[in-house]
């Protein structure tokens, strides 16, 4: 696996630029400052776009009191602690579970549930080729304008990240491991009798 730095990201962003490398993010230079103020913000964003899954993680959710929130709907029956490391969650250990999110809770008709979610990966050494390269181009378009002050240059960078680098880099996150089979629902099942049996079949 390839050894990745935040501050060789940034160089590689930079030089893409067409500016100056830094030696480290609190330099007290134009170029610092600059990614200083958006590298944390796009690292987040950019884990958000897709579910990668180097940046997936489960847990067992904990518990809270349903007084918590003010007022729950019926079936709403128990309320989970949403883990503070947590981006964007994907779904539940429970397939059939209804949930939902609030606040810092995550709401639900079902007991005893574990979560699956993209957490706060910060470590650009674990971090995939193709990601690297859609993470470089999207630091570009948020600072090519503040340091060179070129509003086209910003957004060609941001139009590369949106129509090459990302897909390429989700394209090859969705080629690992084996491919999950899509599960029957009622609308598959409807062509079947007795709840899918194909042996009851009403043609």
Known sequence: M?????????NHALVLCGASPITALTDDTANARALNAVYETTRK??????RWTFALTRS??????TTAIAFLYPEETSVYTRPTNALRIWQMSEIEAMWREEGAY???????LGTLYTFDHSEVGLWRLKFVEAFIDKLCANICFMI????????AFL???????????????SQTGLHQEVLDNE???SKYGN????????G
């Open 2 to 10: 390839a050894t990745y730095t935040t501050v060789g990201i940034c």
């Open 45 to 50: 964003s950019i884990l958000t776009d897709c």
């Open 60 to 65: 067992t959710l904990t518990t809270v009191a």
């Open 106 to 112: 995550i709401i639900s008709n079902t007991a005893s």
């Open 148 to 155: 060179l002050n070129s509003a086209p240059k910003a957004e």
């Open 159 to 173: 139009a590369k990240y949106e129509k090459i680098s990302l897909p390429n880099a989700m394209a090859e996150d």
């Open 187 to 189: 609308w598959l099942a």
């Open 195 to 202: 709840g899918g049996n194909p042996a009851r079949s009403y």
